[in-house]
């Protein structure tokens, strides 16, 4: 049983059902996503039942799949992104060269879950055209593409978000980065403790903690002021 009060969702707050969470891409039947506002909001949004990992904790994996990574944003050629296409049935990667703009403009690819490897996929070649990476620096695409996919089904995560950008010598490197890990396989079995391990409920809402203690996920709504108005008549 569920009570829902309100018309609008908190900021950067998934209000859906439990499997819906927020990557860049166009909501529609089968797949659940929003249009991106502000640049901000690459690592902003929140879906309870599932960790996001804080933007240095994220980079810091890529780090671990040999993934250069900018210690400055030097400017972005936009957006990959791993995620789930429930119309499709399969995994899918979304781009876009613009993250702000409409999401029907965006590249999304599903692809097959039984692929090994995908750096040396066709997809790669129009990623990069999406991307406007030059032809000499595909390959390290490439590559960030399989760490990413690599990360997906090791680490059991429903959305891998990563912000791109080619500098001046023509090195492709990670410089923005949003990772989100479905945690039932951890509560049902204890798998991917490690990444579990880097939730810190002192950053949280307590009372959020508190009620999923009691399997309850409560959402605070933080409102300015509160009004109770007394019915004519009462």
Not at 3 to 32: D, S
Not at 77 to 89: E, F, K, T, V
Not at 155 to 173: M, N, P, R, W, Y
Request: aromatic fraction near 6%; proline fraction near 5%.
């Amino acid at each position: 049983m569920a009570l829902i009060g309100g018309l609008e969702a908190p900021a950067g707050r998934v209000m859906g059902h439990a499997g819906a969470w927020t990557a860049p891409g166009l909501q529609k039947r089968g797949y659940h996503a929003t249009r991106r506002t502000t640049p901000a909001s690459i690592v902003g949004y929140q879906q309870k039942r599932s960790l996001y990992l804080k933007q240095a904790q994220a980079l810091e994996i890529l780090k671990q799949k040999s993934v250069p990574v900018a210690e400055e944003d030097s400017g972005s050629n936009g957006l990959i992104c791993i995620s789930i296409d429930r119309s499709a049935l399969s995994p899918c990667i979304v781009a876009s060269s613009d993250p702000e703009s409409d999401p029907r403009h965006l590249r999304r690819i599903p692809f097959s879950y039984g692929q090994a490897t995908v750096e040396n996929h066709p997809m790669v070649a129009e990623l990069a055209d999406q991307l406007n990476i030059p032809s000499s620096s595909r390959d390290q695409l490439g590559s960030i593409v399989q760490a990413l996919w690599e990360i997906f089904k090791e680490k059991e995560a429903f959305v891998l978000e990563c912000q791109i950008g080619v500098s001046a010598d023509g090195t492709v490197a990670a410089h923005g980065a949003r990772f989100g890990f479905d945690d039932a396989a951890y509560r049902s079995s204890g798998r991917q403790e490690e990444i579990h391990r880097l939730r810190n409920t002192s950053e949280e809402v307590p009372e959020e903690v508190e009620a999923e203690k009691y399997g309850i996920v409560y959402v605070k709504y933080v409102v300015a002021s509160t009004f109770l108005g007394k019915p004519a008549g009462c």
